[in-house]
């Protein structure tokens, strides 16, 4: 079974930064991609960076330039590193692992709330 676990969450001033950390446990075998999505309090979820097994990255519009995804494989981890934090990216940050036809597997979440 893939479990994933979040580290790195916390409170930080507007223009802080914070480090994410996705440890993934189990088999990676036909990872696909590997995600950090966000869920702000009456908001749905969204999703802020995807990092593919070749290493392509993507972003959301709202973090181009200020976040960056990056892959560990041998430590089988994922980071999101966030510079210039604002505000509206406080939300609850999700790890995901996309397995393709084997389906998704999340993490529990880490709280990241950004003061004004």
């Known amino acids: 079974q893939v479990q994933l676990v979040e580290s790195g969450g916390g409170l930080v001033q507007a223009g802080g930064s914070l480090r994410l950390s996705c440890a993934v446990s189990?088999?990676?075998?036909?990872?696909?991609?590997m995600n950090w999505y966000r869920q702000a309090p009456g908001k749905q979820r969204e999703l802020v960076a995807a990092?593919?097994?070749?290493?392509?990255?993507d972003y959301a519009d709202p973090v181009k330039g200020r976040f960056t995804i990056t892959r560990d494989i041998a430590k089988n981890a994922v980071y999101l590193q966030m510079n210039n934090l604002k505000p509206e990216d406080t939300a609850v940050y999700y790890c995901?692992?996309?397995?393709?036809?084997?389906?998704?597997?999340w993490g529990q979440g880490t709280q990241v709330t950004v003061s004004s």
């Open positions: 995901g692992a996309n397995y393709g036809l084997r389906g998704s597997f």
């Open positions: 990092i593919t097994s070749g290493g392509s990255t």
């Open positions: 189990g088999s990676t075998s036909g990872l696909k991609t």
